[in-house]
């Protein structure tokens, strides 16, 4: 089942900061996040396993909530390379390892 | 990260022919791999599970008979589109997955059927 994402798209000045939110009505073992810039596939940039965890890449975190099961992603002091479109990616379990049910998108544009 | 690379890149072709798309694990052995279609502005949506030495298992609604998939090798899974049509034109995109769980993508081939 498709995760939710939101918002569909946002529109930051450089240095600003933006949170993209991803969740779903299932268990989920892990969360993955991707971006990706036009005509080109998706850069893996983090994963979240069960258990409930943050990391951080850079500037860009991200944190599980397992209870609600529900993941964001964090855009701190944002950069132009920063634009793009960023998917969320869930996987369920063990049994279905590997596929990854992934958002409908968030299109950030990050602007001078 | 692992390198997963994709040929073509760009494949146009007449309606009613097929099209077979390679991808390769550069530097890594993989028993699996996965195939993804992405339409224009719109998600990645999983169409099939290649396993190696063994058939692909498809997503619901994928059309095994007309996307085959061969995972002859550990480095090499091709998907053929067969007798393509104008609806079949998308973004393809194989992935395999790292040791941490994360997903490497091709650089993906961009079909289009006229």
């Known amino acids: 089942q498709q995760p939710v994402q939101s918002p569909q798209a946002v529109i930051l000045r450089e240095g600003e900061d933006a949170v993209i939110n991803c969740s779903s009505s299932?268990?989920?073992?892990?969360v993955h996040w991707y971006r990706q810039k036009h005509g080109e596939a998706p850069v893996f940039l983090m994963i979240l396993l069960k258990g409930g965890e943050q990391k951080g890449h850079d500037k860009i975190s991200a944190s599980f909530n397992e209870k609600k099961q529900q993941s964001s992603l964090y855009l701190t002091a944002s950069q132009l390379s920063y634009s793009g479109t960023y998917f969320c990616?869930?996987?369920?379990?063990?049994?279905?390892?590997?596929?990854?049910?992934f958002g409908a998108g968030t299109q950030v544009v990050v602007t001078p | 990260g692992a390198v997963v690379s994709q040929h073509p890149s760009r494949v146009i072709c007449k309606s009613g022919t097929s099209v077979k798309i390679e991808c390769r694990s550069l530097d890594f052995q993989a028993t699996t791999m996965f195939w993804y279609r992405q339409f224009p502005k719109q998600s990645l949506m999983l169409m099939a599970t290649s396993n190696e030495g063994s058939k692909a298992t498809y997503e619901q609604g994928v059309e095994k008979d007309k996307f085959l998939i061969n995972h002859a090798s550990l480095t090499l899974s091709t998907l053929t589109v067969t007798s393509a049509h104008p609806e079949d034109s998308s973004f393809y995109i194989c992935?395999?997955?790292?040791?941490?769980?994360?997903?490497?993508f091709g650089p993906g081939t961009r079909l289009t059927v006229t």
């Open positions: 299932k268990a989920l073992y892990s």
């Open positions: 990616g869930t996987e369920m379990g063990t049994d279905s390892w590997g596929k990854l049910q």
């Open positions: 992935s395999s997955r790292g040791s941490g769980g994360e997903q490497y």
